[in-house]
């Protein structure tokens, strides 16, 4: 694993390095942009960080689980940069927060709070890229394919919504078939067993806690709002103008390739290429993106320098309170 992370990263950055490369000295020239937008990266990143941790501090009062801001915050920021430094980060991340937040005998209630918080910034994703992939098409003047994308949007979130609105849970199902298959004591179905019991919670999240449901998803969407501010914001500092629908594409675009790369640690390379080749795509100069990249690569950073600091000093109280509650509840005990 070590191997195959470090050939990742190492491949990363040679891209990275071809990218600089390719854009040449000239082009170079416009990462003076950064210099200007720094204060509103700044502020873009302060604000993200405050409604997200507002949202899971809200998800976990939902469900009775006590948690100062300071420790939502924390917890946050120290899972993040986990996952930042690992192969596959989301994978890392999300079952890292439990267990970071959790206390003893509140296991199933905490990752209810973590996973309904995760899904409702997910879906705000989504609907930035669909605007994005709409804007795009509408800022190439193809109306035609934009009416196309328009029909494929809502298919894609019909279908979303059939899948998730239904209250019926989708793991019981799964747990009927292995049982059938590999018995009723076997580990898979005993897992599954209480997987069931957090699914049911997540699903009715949003029946038993409707005006904070809301709450949270609009907080979400001004998050990703701020994202797409960030891209106006290099746009204005290089001289080119506002146009929203392009705003929207790029980030749009951005996003899916961030999506794609999640198996590359830290993302080298693949944040600034894909940056750099969005803007290029709306006919914009590609360094635009990769100062956007640079400065985006930035908030990362700190983000995880931050998070590292209060896992090491965080009060040994509640490092002994997370080992208990991991070593004690068999469900975060799995993640």
């Known amino acids: 694993m070590t191997r195959t992370r470090l050939i990742v990263a190492a491949g990363g950055v040679a891209l990275l390095g071809l990218l600089i490369g390719r854009l040449g ?16 990266l700044a502020a873009s990143l302060a604000l993200r960080l405050a409604w997200r941790t507002w949202n899971l501090r809200a998800a976990l009062r939902a469900e009775n689980v006590p948690a100062t801001a300071g420790t939502v915050l924390g917890a946050r920021l120290a899972s993040e940069a986990a996952g930042y430094l690992s192969v596959a980060g989301p994978l890392v991340a999300e079952p890292l927060k439990p267990l970071l937040l959790g206390r003893p005998g509140s296991a199933r209630q905490t990752v209810t709070a973590t996973v309904v918080d995760t899904a409702f910034y997910w879906v705000s994703s989504t609907a930035l890229i669909l605007a994005g992939a709409l804007g795009g098409l509408l800022h190439a003047g193809d109306g035609r394919s934009a009416a196309a994308m328009a ?10 919504a059939g899948l998730v609105l239904p209250h019926r849970p989708l793991l019981p199902l799964l747990r009927h078939r292995l049982e059938g298959r590999l018995g009723r004591d076997s580990r898979w179905a005993s897992g599954l067993l209480r997987a069931a019991e957090v699914e049911r919670r997540v699903r009715s999240f949003r029946r038993r806690h409707p005006a904070r449901s809301v709450e949270i998803f609009a907080r979400d969407l001004l998050c990703q709002a701020a994202r797409a501010g960030e891209v106006a914001a290099i746009l204005w500092a290089g001289g080119a103008g506002f146009d929203p629908l392009a705003v929207l594409g790029i980030e749009s675009a951005i996003r899916i390739v961030k999506t794609a790369s999640f198996f590359v640690p830290g993302r080298i390379g693949a944040d600034e290429a894909g940056a750099a080749g969005a803007f290029l795509l709306f006919g914009f100069n590609p360094a635009l993106g990769l100062s956007l990249a640079l400065g985006r690569r930035f908030q990362a950073l700190a983000r995880c ?19 208990l509650h991991a070593s004690a509840d068999p469900v975060t005990s799995r993640l």
Request: charged residues 10%.
């Open 25 to 40: 000295a000239a082009s170079l020239s416009q990462l003076s942009a950064l210099g200007p937008v720094a204060p509103a």
């Open 151 to 160: 029909l494929v949007a809502g298919a894609v979130s019909a279908a979303a």
């Open 305 to 323: 320098s931050a998070g590292m600091m209060w896992l090491s000093y965080r009060p040994s109280s509640e490092k002994r309170k997370g080992n």
